[in-house]
């Protein structure tokens, strides 16, 4: 089956910063990426999300990456503000199959005023 | 997107006792919800695959005998923990996913298990 790795577990920046987290993925038949974000005792929310025919997506301070190549995929976070502080977690899925996602272990980002 | 109601938030029951979470899709039909754990600080580990009208397609390792999915309707799933234990003390969370895409995962809010 699928394996996610994600890397670093834990990310402290200072406001402003910018912050990355990298995942690699084992499956070549995933294609769908997405990333969640989620706070202290709350659902997770997609955030951004890629699909293998692309190589960057971008919203507004957000961006993804992905080398399908070396399988891995990269969460790209600029001007980081407090209010981004949070445990962010990237899967990877067969589209035909999302619900039955892989998650990484996540990373807990803190942003320092 | 859609609108995942899961009840309880959290529900506190001794050990030895059974406790039923409801997973519903508000907004629109799901024939399929996915059931997760999320012990803390770590990942969600998908659970099992809960089919409307049809048996849940369990992960492995998972006891399907302890851990009871109906998915009666297609805007209701329910996960029944029978028999619980304090190593059951968990964060559940369901999913769906929405047609045709079949891509985003939306989330329920979550239920918080404790097993005293």
């Known amino acids: 089956g699928e394996n996610v790795e994600q890397h670093p577990s834990t990310l402290s920046v200072q406001e402003g910063d910018s912050a990355v987290i990298k995942c690699t993925y084992s499956?070549?038949?995933?294609?769908?990426f997405p990333w969640y974000k989620q706070e202290l005792g709350k659902r997770p929310q997609l955030i951004i999300d890629i699909r293998s025919n692309v190589g960057e997506k971008k919203d507004q301070r957000i961006a993804v990456t992905l080398n399908k190549t070396a399988k891995h995929f990269s969460l790209h976070i600029t001007e980081t503000q407090p209010e981004d502080s949070a445990v962010y977690f990237c899967?990877?899925?067969?589209?035909?199959?999302?619900?039955?996602?892989?998650f990484g272990d996540g990373t807990t980002l803190t942003v320092k005023p | 997107g859609a609108v995942v109601s899961q009840h309880p938030s959290w529900v506190i029951c001794k050990s030895g006792t059974s406790v039923k979470i409801e997973c519903r899709s508000l907004d629109f039909q799901a024939t399929t919800m996915f059931w997760y754990r999320q012990f803390p600080k770590q990942s969600l580990m998908l659970m099992a695959t809960s089919n409307e009208g049809s048996k849940a397609t369990y992960e492995q390792g998972v006891e399907k005998d302890k851990f009871l999915i109906n998915h009666a309707s297609l805007t209701l799933s329910t996960l029944t923990v029978t028999s619980a234990h304090p190593e059951d003390s968990s964060f559940y969370i369901c999913?769906?996913?929405?047609?045709?895409?079949?891509?985003?995962?939306?989330f329920g809010q979550g239920t918080r298990l404790t097993v005293v």
């Open positions: 999913s769906v996913i929405v047609p045709p895409g079949n891509t985003e995962a939306f």
């Open positions: 499956d070549s038949a995933s294609n769908y």
């Open positions: 899967a990877a899925s067969f589209n035909t199959n999302a619900g039955k996602s892989t």
